[in-house]
């Protein structure tokens, strides 16, 4: 069997390179889907051989080998399952949740926040895989680093990209200095001859222009630059109110606010479910309102959608989300995850699932056209942004619940 039978040509160059040439770190960054996992994996299977090796010609009993990603759910479903199903290895945690292979203690350190630090200290390690590298605290990361003194150590990342400024581009991927040893592979999803041609086709057509596109298809690392919600189209999504089918299933987002510039705005919408296509049905948006006014509207809201309609809330306001709570207003606190958050608003937009009446559409047009990339930072800047935080908040949870629903009643 040619090795282009069982590998990408993309991942046969990793891997050639990886059996060839010296190198203290590699990485692999680049679009969803591309077969980065894939080939890491494979990679860490040499490593491990590696070890092994290395540690019976020093008649070392104790060989460790960091096995890094997010969290410990990440480490399995990424790495310990994929190795599962790629090999048929099914490698079980001790106590201490490590894993065991080829007589190597695969020891594993939870990057996500500074609390992984010190799993990652005390002791010298062969080498390191680190998933979702970008993910991870940056002294953690570095802690890995350091474990992995031992001459010839090898460490090999794997990685989405992320805004240009961030320091694994700048710090590692942009390090060209031979003795820093560091070997980075960029893959688009082309690069993944394995998957199917009409879901690459569909994925294109339905992930949102601009950064989002670059990143996830082209694997470029890119930030923000215009207006956020490129694909919106007043032309095609604002409509008729007479357009507005009967049955929709109907919920809010609230965001909530006072002085001028920071209006509280609650946006109503009501999801098609033969359709699939939501439909902001009413912005409600003032300043100068005390409580016992958004209390008014949520009961009118109440009256005209049901008395169980969801609340999606800002939870910046607790005191404002209980209040409402005692008034037997069904709100919740949002997930304000602004990134996860705009990128399926956004993904709706693009696929043409969300429409807006046109007697309600002002406001939602005056600040989507406005509401722009702060470049630097890599989010949205902070203005124009009231309408767009409460129908994201309303959009993102109501859909985020129903699927993880599907999800938990799939594995429950
Ligand atoms: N050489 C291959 N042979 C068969 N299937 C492959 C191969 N490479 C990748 N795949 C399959 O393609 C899919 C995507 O690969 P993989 O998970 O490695 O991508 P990724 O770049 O890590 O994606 P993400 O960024 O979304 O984590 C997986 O289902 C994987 O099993
Ligand atoms: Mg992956």
Same mark, same amino acid.
């Given at each position: ?56 010609? &020093?008649? +070392? %009993? @104790?060989?460790?080998?960091? *096995?890094? /990603? ?5 480490? =399995?479903?990424?790495? !310990? $399952? ?9 490698? &079980?945690? +001790? %106590? @201490?949740?490590?894993?065991? *292979?080829? /007589? ?5 350190? =939870?990057?996500?926040? !500074? $609390? ?18 970008? *993910? ?277």
């Amino acid at each position: 069997m040619a090795l282009n039978d069982v590998l990408t040509p993309k991942q046969a160059e990793v891997l050639h390179t990886y059996l060839t040439v010296p190198f203290k770190m590699m990485i692999n960054v680049g679009a969803v889907r591309a077969g980065k996992t894939y080939i890491d994996n494979i990679l860490l299977m040499y490593e491990l051989r590696r070890v092994a090796n290395l540690a019976k010609k &020093r008649n +070392d %009993k @104790h060989p460790q080998f960091i *096995l890094a /990603g997010a969290s410990s759910g990440s480490i =399995y479903n990424n790495i !310990i $399952a994929e190795l599962s199903r790629q090999f048929g290895l099914d490698l &079980r945690p +001790d %106590k @201490h949740n490590h894993y065991h *292979l080829f /007589g190597v203690d695969i020891v594993p350190v =939870y990057t996500a926040s !500074i $609390a992984g630090l010190s799993g990652a200290r005390g002791f010298t390690s062969y080498g390191a895989y680190v998933n979702e590298t970008t *993910l991870a605290n940056r002294e953690v990361f570095n802690e890995i680093r350091n474990r992995c003194s031992m001459e010839g150590s090898h460490i090999i990342c794997d990685s989405n990209p992320d805004i240009p400024t961030h320091w694994l581009k700048t710090d590692f991927i942009d390090n060209h200095d031979p003795v820093a040893g560091i070997i980075t592979y960029t893959f688009t999803i082309d690069d993944n001859t394995f998957l199917d041609p009409d879901y690459v086709t569909s994925l294109k057509a339905s992930t949102p222009k601009g950064m989002f596109y670059d990143r996830a298809i082209n694997g470029l690392w890119v930030t923000g630059d215009g207006i956020v919600y490129q694909d919106f189209n007043k032309d095609t999504m604002v409509i008729d109110d007479s357009e507005i089918p009967d049955g929709l299933e109907y919920y809010c987002g609230v965001d909530w606010g006072f002085a001028r510039g920071h209006e509280n705005v609650i946006t109503v919408m009501g999801d098609d479910p033969d359709t699939d296509i939501t439909y902001l049905t009413d912005i409600f948006s003032s300043t100068g309102k005390y409580i016992d006014y958004w209390v008014d509207i949520a009961h009118q809201i109440q009256e005209q959608h049901g008395y169980n309609i969801n609340f999606w809330c800002d939870s910046a306001r607790p005191e404002y989300v209980s209040y409402f709570q005692q008034k037997s207003i069904n709100a919740r606190n949002a997930d304000k995850s602004v990134m996860d958050g705009i990128e399926y608003c956004s993904q709706r937009i693009k696929m043409g699932k969300f429409k807006i009446l046109r007697s309600c559409a002002k406001p939602f047009l005056d600040d989507v056209f406005q509401y722009v990339w702060d470049p630097v930072k890599g989010v949205p800047k902070k203005e124009h942004d009231n309408v767009m935080d409460s129908f994201r908040y309303g959009l993102f949870n109501q859909h985020k619940r129903v699927e993880n629903t599907a999800i938990n009643s799939i594995y429950f």
